[in-house]
Nanobody, 120 residues
Framework: QVQLVESGGGLVQPGGSLRLSCAASGSILTILSMGWYRQAPGKQRELVASITSGGNTNYANSVKGRLTISRDNAKNTMYLQMNSLKPEDTAVYYC??????????????WGQGTQVTVSS
């Protein structure tokens, strides 16, 4: 079994910062790619940022220069540093991990989601 635990969401004023974390645990051999997605009310879930096992990153145009994805391979943890937040960043943020499990082979797993609200 694999578990993903997210933390770090909350309410912040426009221009503020938050840092999200996603920790993977369980029967894991290797974590391949990791990513953050978000879903705002009435909208489809969208990719915010992703990072490969080698550290290559990819960002949605709407967040470039403001959000930074990183990972700590030793801790099986991924982060999303969110700066200069805007009201349009308000959404539930989900982490997604593509990994090789000891028991179940390759699989894709989702976190439970964490709410980010940007409002004055």
């Amino acid at each position: 079994q694999v578990q993903l635990v997210e933390s770090g969401g909350g309410l912040v004023q426009p221009g503020g910062s938050l840092r999200l974390s996603c920790a993977a645990s369980g029967s894991i051999l290797t974590i391949l790619s990791m990513g953050w997605y978000r879903q705002a009310p009435g909208k489809q879930r969208e990719l915010v940022a992703s990072i490969t096992s080698g550290g290559n990153t990819n960002y949605a145009n709407s967040v470039k220069g403001r959000l930074t994805i990183s990972r700590d391979n030793a801790k099986n943890t991924m982060y999303l540093q969110m700066n200069s937040l805007k009201p349009e960043d308000t959404a539930v943020y989900y982490c997604n991990v593509d990994l090789l499990g000891r028991l179940n082979g390759r699989g894709s797993y989702w976190g439970q989601g964490t709410q980010v609200t940007v409002s004055s």
